[in-house]
Antibody
Framework: EVQLVESGGDLVQPGGSLRLSCSAS????????MHWVRQAPGKGLEWLSY????????YNADSVKGRFTISRDNAKNSLYLQMNSLRAEDTAVYYC??????????????WGQGTMVTVSS | QSVLTQPPSVSGAPGQRVTISCTGS?????????VHWYQQLPGIAPKLLIY???NRPSGVPDRFSGSKSGTSPSLAITGLQAEDEADYYC???????????FGTGTKVTVL
């Protein structure tokens, strides 16, 4: 089954850092553009970061610019999100998602199960 | 902060038709970017429901349909079923933000 599996979520203190991973199964990650999306408890979906299939183009939401860094290792079929200077408002479930890639700004057709990040002292 | 606005909730009896609107602006939907729709069941990751305004992925029942008229796309669910109780989100791209944007989300309740 085509799937994405996130890992790395944890309880971290304000100001701390965390690295999330997203592993792809059955499909070749290098063929797809990828994203990170988060959902705070009881809230809606928030797009965070985009990375092109070759990793050369990256875009971030203003809310995480300068603090979060998306990256990928196509050889390991994996996507990452390095999160620094974490704040209480970063508490959320973090999803990685695959963009269909049939055209520009396509839909996210495969989502991971999510990993919980809690920022609290 | 969501730039696409959806009604917080809609409800209907089993078998009825409900629609969910997604209001954007000239920098996203009005600029011609496609709208996609997702269904999120409680405690589960979102699932792609409609892509490219009105296309259903394989496996999505034809009870779900999308339309786009100007800057007001919508999702329609006909023949509402209990299993359709979920949160629904629209999504597009915004060129002033240079990023992807989601709607505020709509909770569908089956009465």
């Amino acid at each position: 089954e085509v799937q994405l599996v996130e890992s790395g979520g944890d309880l971290v203190q304000p100001g701390g850092s965390l690295r999330l991973s997203c592993s792809a199964s059955v499909f070749t990650l290098s063929n797809y553009e990828m994203h990170w999306v988060r959902q705070a408890p009881g809230k809606g979906l928030e797009w965070l970061s985009y990375i092109s299939s070759n990793g050369r183009s990256i875009y971030n939401a203003d809310s995480v610019k300068g603090r979060f860094t998306i990256s990928r290792d196509n050889a390991k079929n994996s996507l990452y999100l390095q999160m620094n200077s974490l704040r209480a408002e970063d508490t959320a479930v973090y999803y990685c998602a695959r963009e269909r890639g049939s055209y520009l700004y396509d839909a996210f057709d495969i989502w991971g199960q999510g990993t919980m990040v809690t920022v609290s002292s | 902060q969501s730039v696409l606005t959806q009604p917080p909730s809609v409800s209907g009896a089993p078998g009825q038709r409900v629609t969910i609107s997604c209001t954007g602006s000239s920098s996203n939907i009005g600029a011609g970017y496609d709208v996609h729709w997702y269904q999120q069941l409680p405690g589960i990751a979102p699932k792609l429901l409609i892509y490219g305004n009105n296309n259903r992925p394989s496996g999505v029942p034809d009870r779900f349909s999308g339309s786009k008229s100007g800057t007001s796309p919508s999702l329609a669910i006909t023949g509402l079923q209990a299993e359709d109780e979920a949160d629904y989100y629209c999504q597009s791209y915004d060129n002033s933000l240079s990023g992807y944007v989601f709607g505020t989300g709509t909770k569908v309740t089956v009465l």
